[in-house]
């Protein structure tokens, strides 16, 4: 199986901060990683796809970046509603496998 | 729109069955794959398996030995049983899609999950 391994496991930012979340994989998966926002009580949402790639309605203030192992989803500006748990998967081979989460909240 | 609506029984003693069920409503149900994921308490993501709509199936091989995962066409609904389930089976278990991706760029195809059910929390013990 392929082990990814996200840090920070937790962080705390005030709104309008630039915050950077990285995540590896344990080999290469190119780039066939999504990441997720995942709110209390609430279904994760599919963020970004081909690790860089904005999904429908995602907004802008939101990138991806990495191949290979090492990848990074940046929020450049956060804003209320981005107070939430992010997580990384790996769409590379199955099983598939999810980061163990960071959780952002407010400073 | 497309919407995945689940149900199955939230109480469970050790050493019996789970057993969910994802309908899907208002878009295609054949053509793509649809997974079942957990979430124990306070913990991360772990994906229990997917199939399709001609009823092939791929399963983690931690639970493999324990899954079955169905389909039905006539319902345009897929279902999940876990047995001999203990309260490490606890969790929030959530349907989805596997909805693809075409990157211009690279010229391939990507995988997510891109619609979800609401979960149904499961909760295992005597």
């Known amino acids: 199986d392929i082990q990814m391994t996200q840090s920070p496991p937790s962080l705390s930012a005030s709104v309008g901060d630039r915050v950077t979340i990285t995540c590896r994989a344990s080999?290469?998966?190119?780039?066939?990683l999504n990441w997720y926002q995942q709110k209390p009580g609430k279904a994760p949402k599919v963020l970004i796809s081909?690790?860089?790639s904005l999904q429908s309605g995602v907004p802008s203030r939101f990138s991806g970046s990495g191949s290979g192992t090492d990848f990074t989803l940046t929020i450049s500006g956060l804003q209320p509603e981005d107070f939430a748990t992010y997580y990384c998967?790996?769409?590379?081979?199955?099983?598939?496998?999810f980061g163990g989460g960071t959780k952002v909240d407010i400073k | 729109q497309v919407q995945l609506q689940q149900w199955g029984a939230g109480l469970l003693k050790p050493s019996e069955t789970l057993s969910l069920t994802c309908v899907v409503y208002?878009?295609?149900?054949?053509?793509?794959?649809w997974n079942w994921i957990r979430q124990p308490p306070g913990k991360g993501l772990e994906w229990i398996g997917e199939i399709n709509h001609s009823g092939s199936t791929n399963s983690n091989p931690s639970l493999k030995s324990r899954v079955t995962i169905s389909v039905d066409t006539s319902k345009n609904q897929f279902s999940l049983k876990l047995t001999s389930v203990t309260a490490a089976d606890t969790a929030v278990y959530y349907c989805?899609?596997?909805?693809?991706?075409?990157?211009?760029?690279?010229?391939?195809?990507?995988?997510?999950?891109?619609?979800w059910g609401k979960g149904t929390t499961v909760t295992v013990s005597s």
């Open positions: 208002g878009g295609s149900f054949s053509g793509y794959y």
């Open positions: 989805a899609r596997t909805g693809t991706y075409y990157d211009i760029l690279t010229v391939r195809d990507y995988y997510n999950m891109d619609v």
């Open positions: 080999q290469s998966i190119s780039t066939y």
């Open positions: 081909a690790a860089s």
């Open positions: 998967q790996q769409s590379y081979s199955a099983p598939l496998t």
